[in-house]
């Protein structure tokens, strides 16, 4: 069966769970390989979780170059020379999507971007778009060998797998041009809840919280249903909540079973982040704001009173 | 400095954005189309340099439709010295990865270049990597997702944010550096910038000028091909209730019946 190469998205030694999503969905294309890029010591680490999820081979380049991205880029480059892939899978990021560009313009290869599904057809790749926030879905297949497939995170369901796993180490090839080099680095590290793009359920907040402060309310309902925080734009632009969590254009695009919108007008912006999720909840005080259009219920009030009411009823149902 | 900025003109997100269903790319003629909100970022970057720096000229650089000529003026009446427009028929349809191509080759028509400037992620493709593309097909360092940018010299130092956290990179020029939506607010065009900018040159080229064989671009022999495209039904609203002091409940009862708690 064809290889299917999958970049493993890792910090501090832990697989990112869109790396397992990314397993899952290349099995529509043939066998996984996984390929770790790291500082040394990185491969034995993660090889348990990528055989977990059914990585037959698990291609390991150690290297402690500072310089930025393209040793992920040099190391798929040459893999997809030796190897002929039927596929790369790249997680969407920032990183991802500027590896997987690069990677396709120096391959010669198709770049299927931030797609939500994966399928084979007529023996080659293809993929599905959700595009301009879900108004839009699209078919597209890639005309190259090896195409290079950006998946953007939640859209795959992950299965467990066993997979070989065997584990080989690559060279990082020399640089074919200049590379930024990396002077210092800090990741965000999520705190206790969820991530965005891996929630089932999000509670966000818009400008009508009014505050830093009064973000508690939403932060709340939130622990209450295990949720993830979100924040509209102009939440995020007043400074009542930071910007790795705002939704929409963007921000992330997110799609889960259930969206619970506080004080958020549901600009066209915002809902192209959000409107694909299954249901969705809105409270509001303006009876003609947007967000009620496609909210499954809504609530004309103030936030400040239906909320807590909500996460009271959301505990009591739990004890 | 030499610096170039590569401005796209995208749909208004503001307007209801369409694909055309005959060949399934971006139905340009159905919305407004702008001058993208990062892009004009970088136009911005582009200007500061350029007043800290003497002797510096701004050329923006744009692929696109012939009505591309509106992004440019934005641009020069910004304050942009000049600009080359690609711009032929051909170019409908091309992919990320032509588009990369077609982008390097214009940039090898502008001679000695010390800094290329753009957005990080258009608004309608939202590929996120044509910088870095470019400047993996022109062999230069990309310093990307630019919250802050500062040249010393000959040194150009980032600190790229994104929601992974921030990275300082540094390099050194020529280099490729694309900007976040939060590194600055862009000027408005003054009137006598844009009376200025109409006097300002602009060079239209076609793929034959630019030395690109047709062959490269297009739709025909993109990398990749949209198949299929429809839209997906709105969501329509469902209920909606005023609040009687019972909201709270109201929507857990919802929840309950929906199976979600
Ligand atoms: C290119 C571009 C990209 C953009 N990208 C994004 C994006 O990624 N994400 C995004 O969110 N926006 C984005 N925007 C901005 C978008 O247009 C809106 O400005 C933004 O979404 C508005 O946020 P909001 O709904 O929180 O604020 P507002 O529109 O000000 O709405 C606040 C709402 O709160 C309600 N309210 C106030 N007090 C209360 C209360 N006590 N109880 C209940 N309700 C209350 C008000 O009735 C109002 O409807 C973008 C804009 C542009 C031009
Ligand atoms: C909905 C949609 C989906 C698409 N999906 C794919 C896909 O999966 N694969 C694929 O190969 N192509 C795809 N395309 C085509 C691709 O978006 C175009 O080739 C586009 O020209 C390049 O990508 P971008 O605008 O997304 O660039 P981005 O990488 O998001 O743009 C970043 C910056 O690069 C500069 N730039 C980009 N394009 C130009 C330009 N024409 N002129 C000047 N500067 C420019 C600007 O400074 C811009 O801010 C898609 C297009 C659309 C509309």
Request: charged letters at 20%; proline letters at 4%.
């Amino acid at each position: 069966m064809a290889e299917v190469l999958v970049l493993v998205d890792h910090l501090d030694g832990e697989i990112k769970k869109s790396t397992f999503e990314l397993l899952t969905a290349a099995r529509a294309l043939g066998e996984p390989s996984a390929v770790v890029v790291g500082p040394a010591g990185s491969g034995g680490k993660l090889s348990e979780g990528l055989k977990a999820h059914g990585a037959a081979k698990i291609y390991v380049a150690e290297t402690d170059s500072s310089d930025f991205l393209t040793p992920q880029v040099s190391v798929l480059a040459s893999l997809v020379e030796s190897k002929d892939p039927a596929a790369v899978l790249i997680g969407v990021s920032a990183d991802g999507k500027e590896i997987a560009g690069r990677l396709a313009v120096r391959t010669n290869s198709a770049l299927l971007g931030d797609v939500v599904g994966v399928s084979a057809v007529d023996g080659g790749a293809g993929a599905t778009h959700s595009v301009f926030g879900g108004a839009f879905i699209a078919e597209a297949k890639a005309n190259t060998a090896h195409p290079v497939i950006t998946l953007r995170p939640g859209s795959v369901e992950v299965e467990a797998a066993d997979g070989a796993g065997a584990e080989e180490s690559v060279e990082v090839p020399a640089a074919s041009g200049r590379s930024a080099t990396v002077q210092s680095r800090e990741p965000v590290t999520g705190g206790d809840r969820p991530e965005l793009t891996e929630a089932s359920v999000i509670v966000s907040g818009g400008r009508g919280v009014g505050s830093a402060e009064q973000f508690s309310v939403v932060e709340g309902l939130a622990d209450s249903l295990g949720a993830a925080v979100g924040a509209s734009r102009a939440a995020v632009d007043s400074g009542f909540y930071p910007h790795q969590f705002q939704v929409g254009q963007t921000g992330k695009t997110v799609s889960p079973q259930l969206y619970i919108a506080l004080g958020i007008s549901g600009a066209i912006q915002h809902r192209a982040g959000m409107q694909t999720s299954k249901t969705i909840i809105a409270v509001n005080k303006d009876p003609e704001a947007p967000i009620f259009e496609i909210a499954d219920f809504g609530v004309v009030g103030d936030l400040f009173k239906v909320a807590p009411q909500l996460q009271e009823e959301v505990t009591k149902r739990k004890s | 400095m030499n610096i170039v900025v590569l401005v796209k003109q995208v749909p208004d997100t503001y307007s209801e954005r369409k694909l055309s269903s005959g060949d399934h790319t971006l139905d340009r003629d159905a919305t407004d189309a702008v001058l993208d909100e990062i892009d004009e970022r970088a136009v911005e970057s582009a200007l500061q340099l350029k007043e800290a720096n003497d002797g510096s000229e701004v050329t923006v650089v744009a692929m696109g439709p012939d009505r591309a000529t509106d992004a440019i003026r934005k641009a020069l009446s910004m304050g942009a010295d000049k600009a080359v427009h690609l711009s032929d028929e051909a170019l409908h349809g091309s992919c990320a990865v032509q588009t990369t191509r077609a982008l390097a080759k214009v940039i090898g028509t502008l001679g000695e270049v010390d800094l290329i400037l753009a957005g990080n992620e258009a608004s309608d493709g939202r590929t996120g990597a044509v910088p870095a593309m470019i400047a993996d097909v022109l062999g230069l360092p990309a310093l990307t997702h630019g919250r802050e940018l500062t040249v010393e010299g000959s040194t150009v130092t980032v600190r790229r944010e994104t929601d992974d956290g921030v990275t300082v990179l540094s390099a050194e020029l020529p280099a490729v550096v694309s900007v976040n939506e939060k590194i600055n607010e862009p000027r408005y065009p003054s009137f006598k910038g844009i009376m200025a900018a109409k006097k300002k040159p602009v060079t239209t080229l076609t793929l034959a000028d630019a030395g690109i064989d047709a062959s490269e671009v297009g739709l025909a022999t993109a990398l990749s091909t949209v198949t299929s495209s429809q839209p997906k039904p709105p969501k329509s609203g469902g209920e909606k209730v005023e609040d009687e002091g019972d909201g709270g409940q109201k929507i857990a009862a919802f929840l309950v019946g929906q199976k979600l708690i």
